[in-house]
Nanobody, 126 residues
Framework: QVQLVESGGGLVQTGGSLRLSCAAS????????VGWFRQAPGNGREFVAASQWSGINMYDADAAKGRFALSRDNAKNTVYLQMNNLEAEDTAVYYC???????????????????WGQGTQVTVSS
């Protein structure tokens, strides 16, 4: 079992930055792909980015727009999503999810992930 806890969300002005954390317990994340998804009010949950177990990071071009960056701290068993130049459209609940040895073609598929965090709210005010 993997338990995931997101943190780092909050209220920020347009153009500001936030760093979200996804801390894991129960298993080491080194063999897991960790995906980030978000859900805005009235919308479905969408893929944002994934830190793959292979070491390759992948981003959704529309969501990230070159503004987001993933990193891992293996000592802390944590994956980070650095979000810069935030826009009002980034307002959403952000979730991290994990799955062991997930194949790359599945990283944007919600049902491919077996473990989910509870989410952290990000609000960008204009």
């Amino acid at each position: 079992q993997v338990q995931l806890v997101e943190s780092g969300g909050g209220l920020v002005q347009t153009g500001g930055s936030l760093r979200l954390s996804c801390a894991a317990s129960g298993r080491t994340l080194s063999n897991y792909t960790v995906g980030w998804f978000r859900q805005a009010p009235g919308n479905g949950r969408e893929f944002v980015a994934a830190s793959q177990w292979s070491g390759i990071n992948m981003y959704d071009a529309d969501a990230a727009k070159g503004r987001f960056a993933l990193s891992r701290d293996n000592a802390k068993n944590t994956v980070y999503l650095q979000m810069n130049n935030l826009e009002a459209e980034d307002t959403a609940v952000y979730y991290c999810a994990a799955e062991r040895h997930l194949q790359q073609h599945l990283i944007a598929v919600m049902s491919a992930y077996g473990y989910w965090g509870q989410g952290t709210q990000v609000t960008v005010s204009s």
